[in-house]
């Protein structure tokens, strides 16, 4: 069964910075594309960007493009959220998940086509 566990998540100023980390407990890590979606206080949860499965290529929602970096290390079965310039509206509880179907070239944004998440971790901009 796979386990992922996000970190790094806390209290930022707007204009600020944030690197959240996924470990996964899966000796096949390498095999799926990993993403990370967000969810705010009564909102649903939207995806934000995606990562190959052998991170040579990602993407990014438009939303979020040119503050967010998604990354990962297959030597470590870890994929990272660099987030810059934190905006009060980044506000939500950030999830890592990897994708149902294994060495796919296609990335997915549906919340269905991913088979484990993590329990969430909690990002606050607010001066």
């Known amino acids: 069964q796979v386990q992922l566990v996000e970190s790094g998540g806390g209290l930022v100023q707007p204009g600020g910075s944030l690197r959240l980390s996924c470990a996964a407990s899966?000796?096949?890590?390498?095999?799926?594309?990993m993403a990370w979606f967000r969810q705010a206080p009564g909102k649903e949860r939207e995806f934000l960007a995606a990562?190959?499965?052998?991170?040579?290529?990602?993407y990014v929602t438009h939303s979020v493009k040119g503050r967010f970096f998604i990354s990962r290390d297959n030597g470590k079965n870890t994929v990272s959220l660099q987030m810059n310039i934190l905006k009060p509206e980044d506000t939500a509880v950030y999830y890592c998940a990897m994708a149902k179907e294994r060495l796919t070239e296609t990335f997915r944004m549906r919340i269905t086509d991913y088979a484990a998440w993590g329990q969430g971790t909690q990002v606050t901009v607010s001066s």
């Open positions: 899966v000796d096949t890590f390498a095999l799926y594309h």
């Open positions: 990562i190959h499965w052998s991170g040579r290529s990602d």
